[in-house]
């Protein structure tokens, strides 16, 4: 089966950073992904890891050990537009379908 | 289209009716995932399409959903008999093929049953 653990909530200052993590045990590994999603939204794709290591782009990286099944989404220059969840997704089969994290949703305060 | 539209954005039904739920993809993405997303829970994988054939759809929670895709478009999920369990937000997400490719989602479908 595919177990996918993320803390439920995280808080935050404007202009701090914060890290999100990602714990996993699939039957399988080909990619994880993290999304977000704002109140009422639809999910947005933040970044992909297939290889162990740091992903950055812009204000958001994302980091995997595939080793360790873990994964973290570090976000800098926090901005009161970030307060949202952020999904982490995990590809175990094929090429195609994701499994879904129940998500973590962080709240920026000024 | 340019983006993954969804319809209707909202439905109310009374339990024991169907409903039908559409999502039409961005245009050429080949690959088309019906998910849905409960209060507090994480979003749940229910039939993924590759082309008009659905390679995985162990998804479905029980044999009272379905779903179809027309000419590589159109998607229809089809619940029958609906249950106030089937209450959620039904996401419909799209990618250009089944190897990686970031999916694209919809804005979703929320559903009430009452």
């Known amino acids: 089966g595919q177990n996918i653990d993320q803390p439920t909530e995280m808080t935050a200052t404007e202009g701090a950073i914060v890290q999100i993590n990602c714990t996993y045990q699939?039957?399988?590994?080909?990619?994880l992904f993290w999304y977000q999603q704002h109140a009422g939204e639809a999910p947005t794709f933040l970044s992909y890891n297939v290889l162990d290591g740091l992903e950055e782009k812009g204000r958001f990286s994302s980091f995997l050990s595939r080793s360790k099944g873990y994964s973290y989404l570090l976000l800098k220059e926090l901005q009161m537009k970030d307060s949202a969840s952020y999904l982490c997704a995990v590809r175990d089969r094929g090429y195609s379908t994701l499994t879904f994290g129940k998500g973590t949703m962080l709240l920026v305060s000024p | 289209g340019a983006g993954v539209s969804q319809s209707p954005s909202n439905k109310v039904t009374e339990k024991g009716k169907d409903v039908e739920l559409r999502c039409d993809p961005i245009?050429?993405?080949?690959?088309l995932y019906w998910y849905r997303q409960s209060l507090g829970q994480g979003l749940e994988f229910l039939i993924y399409f590759q082309g008009n054939s659905a390679p995985d759809k162990s998804g479905l929670p029980s044999d009272r959903f379905s779903a179809e895709r027309t000419g590589g478009s159109v998607s229809t999920l089809t619940i029958q008999r609906t249950q106030q369990e089937d209450s959620a937000v039904y996401l419909c997400?799209?990618?250009?093929?089944?190897?990686?490719?970031?999916?694209?989602f919809g804005s979703g479908t929320r559903l009430t049953v009452v």
């Open positions: 699939t039957s399988g590994f080909n990619g």
């Open positions: 245009s050429g993405h080949t690959a």
């Open positions: 997400a799209s990618s250009p093929g089944a190897r990686w490719d970031g999916y694209t």
